[in-house]
């Protein structure tokens, strides 16, 4: 089965640094992977995706993902964050064997200090 | 990007009544839709997927008759939480899927049952 891993359930970032939200994959076949933000008390927002291609995929707000075959990772990244950024970010996986729904993993939560 | 509504916002229901929950895809036809059930800050569970004009497909562990899903058109889901209690209470997501099979996400309801 389709499934990915979010190792940290907290990320701490000052201001203007840059960060990494983790994600691990685990899939039989072609990877559809993707990150979605959510603020508060809202639905989930799509950043970006990766389904094939260039392994630098760039998403909205300024965040991309580096997709990486041989460390089965799909970490989502941006070069200087901001408190705005704070929330909380799922990976996913498309289970295409099952209808194309969505696996999320666990969910990170970033927080953004000035 | 596609827009997905949920109506109500946030509900307030007394235990033993029927809450009916509405997901609508505003400009785009929506084949199938995922409603979703997530407490505080954790992931994302499926409930069921729903396809238009045939029954809904239930995770495992979810009643359908609990929670019931009717998808009568193309731009149209509810779930009907029946005689809720407590423990019904959380944050229901749905989305829905064009046919370019791109997932967009409504903003949820808060369901609180007294």
């Known amino acids: 089965a389709q499934s990915v891993a979010q190792p940290e359930d907290q990320v701490n970032v000052a201001e203007g640094n840059p960060l990494t939200v983790k994600c691990t994959y685990s899939v039989s076949g072609n990877p559809y992977l993707f990150w979605y933000v959510q603020y508060p008390n809202r639905g989930l927002q799509f950043l970006l995706k990766?389904?094939?291609?260039?392994?630098l995929v760039k998403g909205s707000y300024g965040f991309e993902a580096e997709f990486n075959k041989s460390q089965t990772s799909f970490h989502l990244k941006k070069p200087s964050a901001l408190v705005s950024d704070s929330a909380l970010y799922f990976c996913a996986v498309r289970d295409d064997n099952q209808g194309g729904k969505l696996i999320f993993g666990q969910g990170t939560e970033l927080s953004v200090k000035p | 990007g596609a827009v997905v509504s949920q109506h109500p916002s946030w509900v307030i229901c007394k235990s033993g009544t029927s809450v009916k929950i509405e997901c609508r895809s505003l400009?785009?036809?929506?084949?199938?839709m995922f409603w979703y059930r997530q407490f505080p800050k954790q992931s994302l569970m499926l409930m069921a997927t729903?396809?238009?004009?045939?029954?809904?497909?239930?995770e495992q562990g979810v009643e359908k008759d609990k929670f019931l899903i009717n998808h009568a058109s193309l731009t149209l889901s509810t779930l009907t939480v029946t005689s809720a209690h407590p423990e019904d209470s959380s944050f229901y997501i749905c989305?829905?899927?064009?046919?370019?099979?791109?997932?967009?996400f409504g903003p949820g309801t808060r369901l609180t049952v007294l």
């Open positions: 729903s396809n238009e004009g045939s029954k809904a497909t239930y």
């Open positions: 989305s829905a899927r064009d046919p370019r099979l791109q997932q967009f």
């Open positions: 400009d785009f036809q929506a084949t199938t």
């Open positions: 990766y389904i094939t291609g260039d392994n």
